[in-house]
Antibody
Framework: EVQLLESGGGLVQPGGSLRLSCAASGITFSSYVMSWVRQAPGKGLEWVSSISGGGVYTHYADSGKGRFTISRDNSKNTLYLQMNNLRAEDTAVYYC??????????????WGQGTLVTVSS | DIQLTQSPSFLSASVGDRVTITCRASQGISSYLAWYQQKPGKAPKLLIYAASTLQSGVPSRFSGSGSGTEFILTINSLQPEDFASYYCQQFNSYPLTFGGGTKVEIK
């Protein structure tokens, strides 16, 4: 059974940092593109970032470029999102998602339960 | 960036109704489109990919069609468990983008 378990969310002040983690099980983790998608309270879904299976290639939404860094440790089956210089508008539930294929250009067939990030003073 | 416009943003329907949701792309995306269902407090669930391919385990009352810039999600004979929000997402190019969502509520 595929499981994705996010952690690391919480309350942080504007300008602060957080690192989200997503522990994967039930899959050959290194074979899949992984992504972060967020959802602000009462709003729609927003793609944040994706990373290739080997971790070499990454893509970011403009909203996070220069502030967010996606990475993965395939030896630990874990995906990360380092978020710096956080803003109030980054407040959202952050979902980890697994692509259905081994390259960019596939939809996400498994999602974690999400972790809430709240940026507020 | 490719913009996806979903319509309607909200619809009220009854059990047994046939429902259609449209997703229009600001430029051609071939068939690189997926549909997700999301219930309150839950993660999205993949329903359809490649515009018209049903994800394993998804009931056959769900179907997708279209290519290029216009796509449709159809739910035949709406069931109580189908009342949820639905989102389209394009995979043609980065940045990936979602439509604004359609909330399907009980009439």
């Amino acid at each position: 059974e595929v499981q994705l378990l996010e952690s690391g969310g919480g309350l942080v002040q504007p300008g602060g940092s957080l690192r989200l983690s997503c522990a994967a099980s039930g899959i050959t983790f290194s074979s899949y593109v992984m992504s972060w998608v967020r959802q602000a309270p009462g709003k729609g879904l927003e793609w944040v970032s994706s990373i290739s299976g080997g971790g070499v290639y990454t893509h970011y939404a403009d909203s996070g470029k220069g502030r967010f860094t996606i990475s993965r440790d395939n030896s630990k089956n874990t995906l990360y999102l380092q978020m710096n210089n956080l803003r109030a508008e980054d407040t959202a539930v952050y979902y980890c998602a697994k692509a259905s294929g081994n390259n960019f250009g596939y939809p996400d067939d498994y999602w974690g339960q999400g972790t809430l990030v709240t940026v507020s003073s | 960036d490719i913009q996806l416009t979903q319509s309607p943003s909200f619809l009220s329907a009854s059990v047994g109704d046939r429902v259609t949701i449209t997703c229009r792309a600001s430029q051609g995306i071939s068939s690189y489109l997926a549909w997700y269902q999301q219930k309150p407090g839950k993660a999205p669930k993949l329903l359809i990919y490649a515009a018209s391919t049903l994800q394993s385990g998804v009931p056959s009352r769900f179907s997708g069609s279209g290519s290029g810039t216009e796509f449709i999600l159809t739910i035949n004979s709406l069931q109580p468990e189908d009342f949820a929000s639905y989102y389209c997402q394009q995979f043609n190019s980065y940045p990936l983008t979602f439509g604004g969502g359609t909330k399907v509520e009980i009439k």
